[in-house]
């Protein structure tokens, strides 16, 4: 069975900072994985979307790589804002069931 | 604007009235599934569906059904909701592209409580 982590739960960081937010995944055999941001009480929002053939895909401040071999996915957030605070989630698609596997997010906050 | 939209997006409501939590989507995708958001436990899949008329269960399904009767539309209903169906739910949508993925787009989640 598919199990996600992401580490760490909760984070606190000043604006400005450059973060990384780490996934990892017990079965190697995914076939794509998507980052997700949460605000309180909201619906999810897709930010980054790495194909099968990919390693990596970038938008704006954001960077995501992923390394299939070794089980993980990181996030990489650069010059942080306040408004970057938000739950980040990230999701495998094993392509069975139509189904994402969510890790249990890192909750972020930004201070100014 | 290509969306997934639930309705309602909040409810209360008491143990045993059946209800039915509606979504829909504008982006012609095959693929539909129902996920519910539970404080430690993360997303997990109630039902899914991969065209019209195919639906099937996830992880969660206990309690609930689902239908397909049109592409665009995916309800979810709770014959006899309890306390423990207590949650946030969302719908979400996706483009069956074979090989390729293209990425799940989900709703505004509706939060439910069974009182």
């Known amino acids: 069975k598919q199990e996600v982590t992401q580490i760490p739960a909760a984070l606190s960081v000043p604006e400005g900072e450059n973060l990384v937010l780490n996934c990892s995944f017990t079965?190697?055999?995914?076939?794509?994985l998507q980052w997700f941001r949460q605000d309180p009480g909201k619906g999810l929002t897709s930010l980054l979307l790495i194909q099968s053939s990919q390693r990596e895909q970038t938008s704006g401040r954001l960077n995501a790589s992923l390394d299939k071999s070794s089980g993980r996915s990181t996030l990489y957030i650069a010059a942080s804002q306040p408004g970057d605070s938000a739950t980040y989630l990230c999701a495998v698609y094993i392509g069975t069931a139509s189904k994402l596997t969510f890790g249990t997010g890192t909750r972020l906050q930004v201070t100014l | 604007e290509a969306q997934v939209t639930q309705n309602p997006r909040y409810l209360i409501t008491v143990t045993g009235k059946k209800l039915t939590v509606t979504c829909s989507q504008n982006m012609n995708h095959e693929y539909m599934s129902w996920y519910r958001q539970d404080p430690g436990l993360g997303l997990r899949q109630i039902y899914y569906s991969m065209n019209v008329e195919v639906t099937d269960k996830g992880d969660v399904p206990e309690g609930y059904k689902v239908s397909r009767k049109e592409k665009r539309n995916f309800p979810l209903i709770l014959e006899s909701p309890s306390p423990n169906q207590t949650s946030l739910y969302f719908c979400?949508?996706?483009?069956?592209?074979?090989?390729?993925?293209?990425?799940?787009?989900f709703g505004s989640g509706t939060r439910l409580t069974v009182v």
């Open positions: 079965d190697s055999a995914i076939y794509n």
């Open positions: 979400a949508s996706s483009h069956d592209g074979g090989t390729e993925f293209y990425g799940y787009t």
